[in-house]
T-cell receptor, first 114, second 116 residues
Framework: AQSVTQLDSHVSVSEGTPVLLRCNYS??????LFWYVQHPNKGLQLLLK??????LVKGINGFEAEFKKSETSFHLTKPSAHMSDAAEYFC????????????FGKGTKLSVKP | EAGVVQSPRYKIIEKKQPVAFWCNPI?????LYWYLQNLGQGPELLIR????????DSQLPKDRFSAERLKGVDSTLKIQPAELGDSAVYLC??????????????FGEGSRLTVL
């Protein structure tokens, strides 16, 4: 069975400092992994995706994530946080065994202090 | 291009009352999903449609929940009767058929249900 574990429910950073949101996955298959972002009262939006190509994946708004099979991790990073990055972030694995249904983590709330 | 549209955005009802949510997917998207998002949790799939066919409804509580997607476009999710534990956000998403494994789903803003 596929699952993801987001290691922090809440992360707080200062504007201009690096962001690290941690995610570990478990998968019986070669996984597809994603990060989605949810701003308050907005729909979920795809940030980036890993689908067995390059292990370092770049997404929108300066975010990137690195797939590390040996560590079963897919951590999300950004060199410099912006106030507009404050949102809820979800790590997601695609369950190919179930025809591609997405399995979401519990989310990490990112706060950015001025 | 219009995104996924859901209505109503907010609904407050008393327990045992019925409620329905409507979703209009992005034009041309064959696949439609209903997700349930409880407070502080990630979304969980309720049902997935490929055109008119419900291809995965294993997580839909069929005693009180029902869904339909007539003509393979709009969809309605109904709860009858609602229980206190149904208070949550109901999310609709759509994608091109074949993009399911790439994870490129487009989500609506959700319908927030409060059951009193």
């Amino acid at each position: 069975a596929q699952s993801v574990t987001q290691l922090d429910s809440h992360v707080s950073v200062s504007e201009g400092t690096p962001v690290l949101l941690r995610c570990n996955y478990s998968s019986s298959y070669s996984p597809s992994l994603f990060w989605y972002v949810q701003h308050p009262n907005k729909g979920l939006q795809l940030l980036l995706k890993y689908t067995s190509a390059a292990t370092l994946v770049k997404g929108i708004n300066g975010f990137e994530a690195e797939f590390k099979k040996s560590e079963t991790s897919f951590h999300l990073t950004k060199p410099s946080a912006h106030m507009s990055d404050a949102a809820e972030y979800f790590c997601v694995v695609s369950s190919r065994g179930s025809q591609g249904n997405l399995i979401f983590g519990k989310g990490t709330k990112l706060s950015v202090k001025p | 291009e219009a995104g996924v549209v859901q209505s109503p955005r907010y609904k407050i009802i008393e327990k045992k009352q019925p409620v329905a949510f409507w979703c209009n997917p992005i034009s041309g998207h064959n696949t439609l999903y209903w997700y349930l998002q409880n407070l502080g949790q990630g979304p969980e799939l309720l049902i997935r449609y490929e055109n008119e066919e419900a291809v995965d409804d294993s997580q839909l509580p069929k005693d009180r929940f029902s869904a339909e997607r007539l003509k393979g476009v709009d969809s309605t999710l109904k709860i009858q009767p609602a229980e206190l534990g149904d208070s949550a956000v109901y999310l609709c998403a759509s994608s091109f058929q074949g993009d399911t494994n790439t994870g490129e789903l487009f989500f609506g803003e959700g319908s927030r249900l409060t059951v009193l």
